[in-house]
């Protein structure tokens, strides 16, 4: 991939990483996207007891990790293998895939107008970098809004041929995900309150979530957005909203995430 973020990564943020090194007690990995080493404890490696670490894990091997800690002073990046859902790990895989089609994409225009494509890459990155998060995202924009091409900053031959390209081979998408959320309130109106909880994690995502009710205090959670990036983000945050909406007016919650 031709982009590499800057900084240290976020706590349970899923990284694409490519193992480097296998130790007794450990793994050792580089974060794809950020160009960083980070360590997976053999603990966080697989549930249950483990035999032989090498029957799970090999150099070389491209997996998909949850960062657990970030110490920005030592440079140290805990790492968790055990803690991807087979879901996650699917949605991180296509979201790597999509990218990968962006700069394919990128590299057919800067070809056919010879062009350096890296040269192309940083100029439209520099561009769009404090609005979108990365190229495929801008793309999909692109898409929807004659007016995004505008974001991209470059020459106007260039932004006509790839406009023409865009349109041509990225399609709009949307990605649903869904959860189980339980709340309970033990206070005389405890009906309001789970209903102004359950108010309060739509409004978080107001036309993407929706809420639908399954019986015995038990709510489907469902997310629709343009990314599974920004699903996941907005399913934790709506149903953060509404535990702790119930936990502070005397109840009780818990959320669970369905897997596809």
Known sequence: MLLKKEGFPEEDELIMCTITKVQFHSVFANLDEYGKNGMIHISEVSPGRIRNIRDFVKEGKKVVCKVLRVNK???HIDLSLRRVTETQKR???DEIKQEQKAEKLLE??????NIDVKKLFDDIISNISKKYTSLYEFFQHVVVD????????????ITE???EAIKSRIKEVSVKIEGKLKLTS???NGVDIVKEALKKASEVGKESILIKYLGGGSYNVIVNAKDYKEAEKLLKEATEKALEFV????????????EA
């Open 73 to 75: 002073e030592k440079g």
């Open 91 to 93: 949605n991180k895989v």
């Open 108 to 113: 057919f225009v800067a070809k056919d107008m």
């Open 146 to 157: 004659n007016n995004a091409i505008k974001d991209a900053g470059i020459d106007a031959k």
């Open 161 to 163: 041929k790839l406009e």
């Open 186 to 188: 033990f206070a005389s």
């Open 247 to 258: 936990r502070e007016n005397d109840g009780q919650g818990e959320f669970a995430r369905v």
